[in-house]
Each structure stands twice: as C-alpha cells, then as structure tokens.
C-alpha cells in the first residue's frame, strides 16, 4: 500500500500570503489529522478530519482551517501568514477503529 | 505541569547496549499510547503502540506500560548506530480525542559504535 502522500514538500511565502497544503492518505484510511512541527514547540496537533467532517481542533488561531473531501484527500489552509507560520506541516491518517497514526513525509513552509 | 513528557536527553549508549528511553502523562483517563522514531529531516514513524498494562515486545523493541503509575516506556535491546535518532511518546489523552496524539518533546538517543 502506498503511504501517505503531501505536496508541496517545500514551500516558500512572503508574510500576509496565505498557502494551501494537500493530504493524501493512505489506501481506505478516513481520519486524517494534521500537525505542526517546531523546534521550539515541537508536535503540535491542529486538527482532525473524518468523513469529511472536523471532529477535533487544537489551540490554533482561525487563519488555520482544513477541509476533507469525499475521497478523504484533505488540505489545510493558512491565512495572513506569520514569520512564526515557519514549520514543518505534517498530515497522518488513521484506520477506522485504531488510534494509530501513519504520517507523510510533511511539507516543509518557510514564511520570509 | 505539561501532558507528556519524556526524560531529558540526549542519551548515549554504546553499540549493543540498552536504550531505555521514558515517558509520564497528566490524564489519568488516557487509554493509548505510541512511540514514534524519528530521524533527522524525516517524519515521524510508527515503532509501537501499547494499550494495556504490562509489556509488549517487537523484535528488539519493548513497550511497557504502568497506568497506575502513568508511564510509559520504550527498552531497544542490542542497540545499533541506525538506531539513532529522535524518540518522541504520543499519547491519546482522555477517553475520546478524536485524532489527537500529544507528544512529549522527544529524546534524542546517540548509538555510538
């Protein structure tokens, strides 16, 4: 089974630009989450997504949204972006009935 | 006090040694719990997953799991240098949290030859 794919895997922005991210997971897997990695914050979660419907969100202000659709691909939005926007962007996906995640190789976004 | 968190590195250990990396969390009520491995550069990768008191064995690895306790553990028998790299514990807080893994803020593990 092929894993879980994200494009762009790199990314550069100009501040007050706003970026659109792409999740693709894997084979029959509905739940997809989304992550932010820092080095200063580390794995943050930002929000989940299954069956088309967002059933979690984490502490992230409004200008990160996502969406899913039918086939479970999902993006993520990011608004207005900040120098602080600056991360790696990591979407994973879930079996029905399991917690376990499987991440992609992430999109690396540089906000200059 | 933060929901997970992991004992602090780096830690080094010599090739074919025991690693023995740690973690502790805050919700009482928490039912699943991962280690993840992580190389430099590179996404996360699922290396085990525990749920029920006790250990829980794959290969070289062990994942022990003490509930009353709230700690969670990760033994790597006969370390390799390939073994280096970036540990992090994630744990499903609570009873229900959809899709939400907490990490711990990772151990750095060193396999020197």
């Known amino acids: 089974k092929a894993g879980v794919t994200q494009t762009p895997r790199y990314l550069i922005k100009t501040r007050g630009q706003q970026v659109t991210l792409s999740c693709s997971p894997i084979s029959g897997h509905r739940s997809v989450s989304w992550y932010q990695q820092t080095p200063g914050q580390g794995l943050q979660f930002l929000f989940e997504?299954?069956?088309?419907?967002?059933?979690n969100k984490g502490n992230f202000p409004g200008r990160f949204s996502g969406r899913q659709f039918s086939n479970s691909r999902s993006e993520m939005n990011v608004s207005t972006l900040e120098l602080g926007d600056s991360a790696l962007y990591l979407c994973a996906s879930s079996p029905d009935r399991s917690h376990e995640q499987y991440f992609g190789p992430g999109t690396r976004l540089t906000v200059t | 006090q933060k929901e997970v968190e992991q004992n602090s590195g780096p830690l080094s250990v010599p090739e074919g040694a025991i690693a023995s990396l740690n973690c502790t969390y805050s919700d009482r009520g928490s039912q699943s719990f991962f280690w993840y491995r992580q190389y430099s550069g590179k996404s996360p990768e699922l290396i085990m997953s525990i749920y029920s008191n006790g250990d829980k064995e794959d290969g070289r690895f062990t994942a022990q799991l003490n509930k009353a306790s709230q700690y969670v553990s990760l033994l790597i028998r006969d370390s390799q240098p390939s073994d280096s790299a970036t540990y992090l514990c994630a744990v499903i807080l609570g009873g229900t949290s959809y899709g939400k893994l907490t990490f711990g803020q990772g151990t750095i593990l060193t396999v020197h030859p």
């Open positions: 997504y299954f069956s088309e419907t967002q059933r």
